[in-house]
């Protein structure tokens, strides 16, 4: 973006070329009348000749560079600034083993319950902005895997690095949420949330998840529980050296009513999620449900060129009023 800081000192120019206009018209007015001389123009014209015949150019070349230089020419670029108090958000994953259990698909492709939750999260998190998110995870126990931070390609990256198993084969709901609310209180915020997503019924831990519901109420820390899966029997590959893979199906039982007793006391929601559809419009509503607005703030940073203007001006001047003065002098 280009502009004149001092645009009025333009005007100037346009009185430089009327006080120019007047003196060509002059210039062209016949005063007297004298013998032709044009027998001596194929004489060579030495180097002041020249000189002395664009030196009234280089006058005004000169003025013209002050008037711009004294307009302030500028060249800016636009910032933009987004500015977010953001919220906190913690999601809390479930990585028992019956997260292992092959009733998902993403593109016709069977998988299990964690990997089709990977690739809904993983969208999540790259549409928030602003807001700082945090991931705990947790099977017969509970721990944080990472802490509230914006950088959402790192929280991409230790998503992706998740296995079933890793925090044990039960489910420890409540130590989930005791330590997410810890997590919470590590960075102060206008509204904290906790996404709990679970597909089995609390059998572990420390804190019952009632409890630990109590202590979000009182925190004032809202909770989305979203159930996956459904009760009854799902598909587990189980892998055997001797007689290979294959396919049996073990019985799975998920605490609707617990995950809804959560929400309720929290002001959440629940969520029930069957399959990979269900499970992205679940995570899309809950982005709608805790959208922040962002603050834009737009500035220009000019750079001026000013300066070069007027040392060109004053040096073209400098050399006008020299040459004018000396070897160049006119004597009327």
Excluded at 1 to 18: C, E, G, K, T, W
Aim: glycine share 6%; proline share 2%.
């Amino acid at each position: 973006m280009f502009r004149f800081a001092s645009p009025l000192f333009l005007l100037l120019l346009l009185v430089l070329l009327i006080i120019l206009l007047i003196k060509v018209k002059k210039k062209q007015t016949i005063h007297l009348k004298v013998s032709s001389l044009s027998l001596g123009n194929d004489l060579p014209e030495s180097f002041f000749l020249i000189l002395s015949k664009i030196l009234p150019t280089l006058k005004y070349v000169a003025l013209v560079l002050l008037i711009i230089g004294m307009a302030r020419p500028q060249s800016g670029t636009q910032k933009i600034e987004t500015t977010s108090k953001g919220i906190n958000i913690i999601l809390a994953l479930d990585l028992s083993g019956s997260m292992a259990a092959l009733d998902f698909k993403i593109n016709n492709q069977i998988v299990t319950r964690l990997a089709a939750v990977k690739n809904v999260v993983k969208d999540f998190i790259l549409k928030r902005d602003g807001d700082r998110i945090g991931m705990v995870v947790f099977g017969s126990n509970a721990f944080t895997q990472l802490p509230l931070t914006r950088d959402y390609n790192t929280i991409s990256f230790m998503l992706s690095q998740l296995k079933i198993g890793a925090a044990g084969q039960s489910t420890a709901i409540g130590d989930a949420i005791g330590i997410s609310l810890k997590r919470l209180k590590d960075v102060k915020s206008k509204s904290n949330i906790i996404i709990l997503l679970t597909d089995g019924k609390s059998n572990a831990g420390e804190i019952s998840p009632e409890i630990a519901a109590d202590i979000a109420q009182e925190q004032k820390v809202k909770i989305y529980t979203v159930g996956v899966g459904s009760k009854g029997k799902a598909p587990f590959l189980v892998r055997n050296a001797f007689t290979g893979n294959k396919y049996v199906y073990q019985k799975v039982d998920i605490d609707i009513d617990m995950l809804k007793l959560i929400a309720e006391k929290t002001n959440g929601e629940f969520f029930k999620a069957e399959n990979t559809k269900s499970l992205d419009q679940i995570y899309n509503m809950i982005d709608q449900l805790e959208k922040t607005e962002v603050k834009i703030k737009k500035w220009i940073e000019y750079k001026e060129y000013y300066l070069f203007f007027l040392t060109s001006g004053f040096a073209l001047l400098c050399v006008y009023i020299l040459l004018s003065n000396t070897r160049l002098l006119r004597i009327p």
